[in-house]
């Protein structure tokens, strides 16, 4: 089946420093990648679609400026937290569509980001 | 706008037992509907989803969910539980347009006692 993988699992970093999370589709070409994040016991909140090789759409409320996204190329997209504060702590987690793929995401394991 | 209510924040049954995790829905036009589990420290797995085919679907680890629309329900069960199956489980609802946003309910954490 579709593999998708996050790195890192988790991650601790300083506040006012910036994270990457990688988002990589291992055996199928992703034209859509779609970051959500989670807070403890809560559900998914979708933050932005990205589509390969254009801009991503963020869902209000979502700072583009804050959250950076970058998908250069089919099977990667990169979300950087800029200048992390505390309450940036939480789990982020990636899905990916392929390209003839109209309903089905394939979920990433998530990344565990804690800003002290 | 779509979206879905996950009647029940907890469920827990007994080992061996029915299992039944309530969903209603909400939808301008015919929705695509799917049910996701998360384990701990996994990522969310796709048990399976309605596309406007047969209103009962099969899925996988032996669930099943059917699409009521004179109710706009579409209830996870399972017909004995698994020690195995305590996880958090989600209902979701795909958006309108060509986005392919799902939109999450708040969750169903069920446990499963030996």
């Known amino acids: 089946g579709a593999v998708v993988s996050q790195h890192p699992s988790w991650v601790i970093c300083k506040s006012g420093t910036s994270v990457k999370i990688e988002c990589r589709s291992l055996?199928?070409?992703?034209?859509?990648m779609f970051w959500y994040r989670q807070f403890p016991k809560q559900s998914l909140m979708l933050m932005a679609t990205s589509n390969e090789g254009s801009k991503a759409t963020y869902e209000q409320g979502v700072e583009k400026d804050k959250f950076l996204i970058n998908h250069a190329s089919l099977t990667l997209s990169t979300l950087t937290v800029t200048s992390a504060h505390p309450e940036d702590s939480s789990f982020y987690i990636c899905s990916a569509r392929a390209r003839d793929s109209k309903d089905t995401q394939y979920f990433g394991p998530g990344t565990r980001l804690t800003v002290l | 706008a779509q979206s879905v209510t996950q009647l029940d924040s907890h469920v827990s049954v007994s080992e061996g037992t029915p299992v039944l995790l309530r969903c209603n829905y909400s939808?301008?036009?015919?929705?695509?509907l799917f049910w996701y589990v998360q384990h701990p420290n996994k990522g969310l797995q796709l048990l399976l989803k309605y596309t406007s085919a047969a209103t009962l679907v099969k899925g996988i680890n032996g669930f099943e969910a059917e699409f009521k629309k004179s109710e706009t329900s579409f209830h996870l069960t399972k017909p004995s539980a698994h020690m195995s199956d305590a996880a958090e489980y989600f209902c979701v609802v795909r958006g309108g347009g060509n986005t392919g946003k799902l939109i999450f309910g708040q969750g169903t954490t069920l446990q499963v006692k030996p």
């Open positions: 939808s301008s036009y015919s929705p695509s």
């Open positions: 055996d199928f070409q992703a034209t859509t």
